[in-house]
């Protein structure tokens, strides 16, 4: 029989940040396909990103309808609870969230979110933060099919791939009206005027999960509007797909 629609599938601690807090996922749905959706990756000064992911949390427990059967909407919406309590975007550690994941361009001396080259900002080596290490091994356990990670405030997106992942990510771009400043290999100039190394959807388009980083506009507005527009364009696409393999 088929699972009846239900709010709230429950949640997982994950693991663990440096303080002992708990790193929580709750999800939607039942469906094999899985969408994962991050916010507060650079802790305090980009607390903004955590309300988009809160806010979607609440959509989807008023409106299960929205989800297809065949999707599973996982969300993490503190992904630096740490930094979010000391105002910080580091782990406890000094280690860029964001800097720390095993992309064939990490080092370990990198340039932080203010363009400034910074020592040991990647980590002694990638995934050496305990908070990196468990997310990165709860995505391979789950594999989702995109990823959605909220960051502040550029007003872009990046994101892209080969096949579904380019297809949700020029939805979601259409939807939201986020641009894609380095969108259909043109090889357009990055927005940011630095390189950022061992970043986590770097991460994920080498290991072959699909992903976008959103930049919103505000540093402090949620952008709730433009989120929702952009994520239910991809969970229209995702309940395609479940379609065609059916």
Known sequence: KARPVQADAGSSVIGWSQSGGPLTVHRYGYGPLRLFILGGQHGGPEANTTQPAQMLMAHLAENPGEIPPNVTVDIMPQGNPDGLLTGSRQYLSGVDPNRNWATPDWQSDAYDSYGRY????????PFSEQETEALGNWLWSVWPRYTINYHSAGGFMFGGGEGLAGELSDMYSEASGYPRPTAGGTGGRSPLGYRATGNMNGWARG?????????????????LDRNLAGLRAVLARLGAQGQTQG
């Open 207 to 223: 290991v072959g999960m699909g992903g976008c980083l959103i930049e919103l506009a505000s540093a402090t507005d949620p952008e």
């Open 118 to 125: 910074t020592p040991g900002l990647g980590g002694p080596s």
